[in-house]
C-alpha cells in the first residue's frame, strides 16, 4: 500500500534593502536634551560650528557639570550593534582657569536583559587648541588615556541617581570590545556628551557638534533655524506574495500534487529579483517552482508594479516515509 505524506507550506516573505548614511538635523528641543547642575550651563551657540550654524556651548563651573543628550534612532539600540560613536568639539574657550580642566566625554546609558542600569563612559578629551577635532570613542582618538583604545569605563546605577552609581572597572579602563563582551544583552537607552567641572575652583567651556552613532550623524541646531536641504530617497524594495500558505493535500510517493500558483507583486519602487529558499529538507528536495528546484528558482528583472504568478507544485519520491511535512518558503527580492 502506498503510503500517505501530508502537506502544508507557509509562505514568507524577505527583501535586502540597500542602507543609506544618515544625517538628523536635531532642530527642535524635543530631539536634543541639555542637563546641567548648579551653575554649570547648556546652551545654542553661533560663536563656532562643525556643521550647520550652530553647535552647543557646555560651561561646567566647580563643582558643577554641564551635558547635551541626543535621541536615539529608534528608541533604543543593541549595544552590541554600535560600530560608529564619536562627537565633534572646539575647546577654544576652554580656559584652564585656576585648576585642572577635565574635557568632554561621551557617556551612555544602557539597560541589560535583566533590567539592570548601567552607566559607561570614556576619559575626557584632550585640548583642541582652538580647531574642531573628532572624538572617536572606539579608536580612543583625542580621548584620555592618550595613545589607547582602552578609554572605557562603566558601572551600575539605578537609572535616574547618578550618586547611586557603583564603579565595576574601579579606576581602570576597558576598550568599547571589552565593554560589549562585557553587557552582551544590553540596550542603549541614551548617548551622551558630558563636561565635568575643574578640580578645584574655575571653569571652562567647549563648544560640541555632530555627534554620531553608527550611520547617523546629529547635527546640533536649535529650533526656529531654517536650514535648506534635499531629502534624498532611499530605494524601496517591497513585494507582496499571495497567497500566505499553501496545502497541497495528500501525495503519494512517485506522484506530484496539483499545481498552486502563487502570486507575486513588486510594490517597491526599483526592479527587483526574485528568489527563494526554505529550510526543510522535504520541500528543497521535492518542491518544484516553475520547473525548478527551491535553490534553482530566479525572475530576474521585476518591474515596478509587475505581477509575476509561479507555479508551485510537489513531487514524492519513490520509498518516501508517511508522515505530515510543513515548512516555510521565503521569497526573496533583491534589487536588479
Sequence with gaps: ?????????????????LVMPAVVNADSPSAVGFSTEGDGTAVWSDAASHSGSYSVLL??????????????VPVWLWLADV???????????????????VGPDMDLILLDGSHQHYLAGTGGAVDSGG?????????????????TDAIWWYGTWDGTDPATYVSVTSGSHITFADLKAALSDAVVLGVVVNLDPPSVDGSGSV???DITVNDVTYDLEPGGVVDMGTNVLVDSI???????????????PEDCSPAKTLTIKNTGSVTVNLSASTESAFYNLCLDIQGSSVAGWFVPGLVEDAVHNAELKVCVPPNYPAGVQTGTLIIWARKA
Design 1 to 17: 500500500m502506498k503510503k500517505l505524506v501530508s502537506i502544508l507550506l507557509t509562505l514568507a516573505v524577505a527583501v535586502s534593502l
Design 59 to 72: 560651561t561646567a563651573a566647580n563643582p558643577d557639570s554641564a551635558a547635551v543628550g541626543i535621541p536615539i
Design 83 to 101: 560600530e560608529q560613536l564619536s562627537f565633534w568639539y572646539n575647546s577654544e574657550s576652554y580656559l584652564p582657569g585656576t585648576g585642572t580642566i
Design 131 to 147: 580647531a574642531w577635532w573628532g572624538a572617536d570613542a572606539i579608536s580612543g582618538a583625542h580621548l584620555t588615556p592618550s595613545g
Design 207 to 209: 563648544y560640541v557638534d
Design 238 to 252: 517591497q513585494i507582496d506574495v499571495s497567497p500566505s500558505s499553501l496545502g497541497f493535500g495528500d501525495v503519494y
